[in-house]
């Protein structure tokens, strides 16, 4: 790293030195003001004052990015190549610190972060590295003619991500565009932000040109404006939610920039009676992983009438066996929720399906775990509720809840599971169980969603397209289909008598 000027500091996070700086042009720069990051698993104490970018940091970031672009098209797919893969290998080293660092910050799993979240994103950057080599241009003769379509590098990306599984998302985002010969500007959220910096440390140390990985820390109501409406970004890249997507693309829309945006979900999980009802209750009370904060999971249990009862108790027998507790404890599968403000949103969903009617079938309240020796209010758990709506147009069917929080239907036909299933606004996935191998293709092909698993959940192949339907999303992440929204494609065609 150059000479640091402008560096606030860096923080101790589990033992793991982590700068609460932004990483600009290969540089650490800070702001004059600070926002405070907390642990969940320890709200009543500061776990970092960390740097809030404004304008002159989206300015600051963006100049570095567009400085940096030429370079680094110029590199092409094989000379880009060796630096995402050093990328990659220092993340492997690092894993045990940038899991003890995100279990802290994020509250995810320490188990699975160390042994398959954070290795996921190494294999980010080594999968793009390795498709973007492989490219063949398509060439072919017409016209008396010779046309070849060439992918060219786009220009400086935004890359902006939320606060769920941080650091597997931000690689998952950021892999394509650098390995496309994008420069990036990577704004992480800000009710998780340090794992992104350990990220633009390793980029550091491999040796990433500076300017081609830029990291601005903020809230994003402040920085998130003047770095999505800038001119000289050439490709706006969002996960998170629909409300905030609609900002970045009205900011999309004035500059004529390509946007992705990979946004809520409202899974359906259908169960027929004729399908592994244990694989199906064991998948349907996993939904309680991570307190429910992830955007693929099925959260709307539509079962087959006449396997509702036994379909009930297993789940309730699955249920029965989460532990709430600390995400450091690998006992624990239900970790505490982001943040006070989360869980006083996903409460007030659950007081509003019981005014409205809705029945609670388990849980609907706050958790303080056995021993726990904080303050109650600091406890960041809700017990895994389901919940047995009075109509399918009630809200906790409708809309996001992204908590531990299921809803439960029954349905007599095919027909009738369908329209329940894509019966909202969201589209990201859907889940099918069934014996029946027919109806695996007969209800899985009629389920309205960017990925629908049967028989099988969160099974990802890193070079399926990956987005969602409706409110869910535009654009696809995943394989060639990312590398391609990165990419100016352009048809050169030269005319085949042409001679030198
Ligand atoms: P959010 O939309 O509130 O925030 C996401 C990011 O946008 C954050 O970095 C935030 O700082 C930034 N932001 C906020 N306002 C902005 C603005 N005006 N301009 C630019 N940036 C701005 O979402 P969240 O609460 O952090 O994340 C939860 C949501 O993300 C859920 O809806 C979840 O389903 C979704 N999600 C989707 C996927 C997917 O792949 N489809 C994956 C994970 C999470």
């Known amino acids: 790293m150059g000479d640091d000027a402008g560096v606030r500091s860096r923080v101790s996070v589990a033992g793991v030195s982590v700068s609460v700086d932004h990483y600009v042009g290969g540089r650490r720069l800070s702001s004059p003001t600070t926002f405070e990051n907390r642990s969940p698993s320890d709200w ?32 092409g797919p094989t000379g880009r190549a060796p630096h995402l893969r050093r990328l990659a290998d220092l993340i492997d080293e690092r894993v045990a610190d940038i899991a003890a660092v995100e279990c802290v910050d994020m509250g995810m799993r320490h188990e699975s972060l160390r042994n398959r979240v954070i290795g996921r994103g190494a294999r980010n950057f080594r999968a793009y590295a390795e498709l973007a080599e492989q490219h063949e241009e398509r060439v072919w003769s017409s016209n008396g003619t010779a046309n070849r379509v060439q992918r060219l590098p786009a220009g400086p990306a935004v890359v902006i991500t939320p606060w769920n599984a941080p650091f597997m998302l931000a690689t998952w985002k950021l892999a394509p565009a650098l390995a496309a010969g994008n420069p990036v500007v990577l704004k992480p959220a800000e009710w998780s932000p340090l794992s992104a910096s350990l990220l633009a440390d390793l980029a550091d ?17 402040q920085i998130g404006p003047p770095l999505t409406s800038d001119r000289r970004v050439r490709r706006l890249s969002f996960t998170g939610s629909p409300a905030t997507a609609r900002a970045i693309g009205t900011a999309a829309a004035a500059n004529i920039v390509p946007f992705t945006a990979e946004l809520g979900g409202k899974g359906a999980l259908v169960v027929f009676a004729d ?7 064991r998948t349907a009370a996993g939904q309680y992983d991570d307190s429910g904060q992830v955007c693929l999971a099925g959260t709307r249990l539509l079962v087959e009438a006449s396997a509702a009862d036994d379909f009930l108790a297993r789940f309730h027998a699955r249920a029965d066996e989460h532990l709430l507790g600390d995400a450091h404890d690998d006992a624990t599968t239900i970790t505490p929720m982001i943040h006070p403000t ?14 409205a009617g809705d029945k609670v079938l388990r849980g ?27 109509s399918n147009d009630s809200e906790i069917v409708q809309h996001e809840v992204f908590g531990p929080v299921l809803t439960f239907q029954t349905f007599v036909d095919e027909d009738e599971a369908i329209r329940l299933a894509n019966s909202t606004a969201y589209g ?26 049967v028989n099988c959940f969160l099974v990802r192949d890193l070079t399926a397209p990956f987005g969602g339907l409706g409110i869910s999303g535009l654009g696809r992440e995943g394989g060639d289909h990312a590398l391609e929204f990165h990419a100016d494609l352009k048809t050169l065609q030269i005319r085949e008598d042409t001679t030198t």
């Not at 989360?342 to 005014?355: C, N, P, Q």
């Open 44 to 75: 009543s104490t500061v776990l970092a004052e960390v740097s809030a970018g404004d304008a002159a940091t989206a300015d600051a970031a963006l100049t570095a990015a567009a400085e940096a672009f030429e370079g680094w098209a110029a590199l």
């Open 205 to 221: 140390e491999a040796g990433l040109p500076p300017g081609v990985l830029n990291v601005v820390q903020g809230i994003g109501s």
């Open 275 to 281: 399908s592994d009802l244990d694989a199906a209750a």
């Open 342 to 355: 989360h869980v006083t949103r996903v409460e007030g969903f659950i007081e509003r399906a019981l005014a």
């Open 364 to 390: 609907g309240h706050r958790h303080v775990p056995d021993g726990w020796t904080g303050r109650p209010e600091d406890a960041l758990w809700i017990e895994p509720t389901l919940i047995a709506p009075a």
């Open 428 to 453: 990201l996935s859907a889940t099918l169980f069934t014996g029946s191998a027919e109806r695996a293709e007969r209800v899985g092909g009629a389920l309205r969603a960017g990925t629908t698993w």
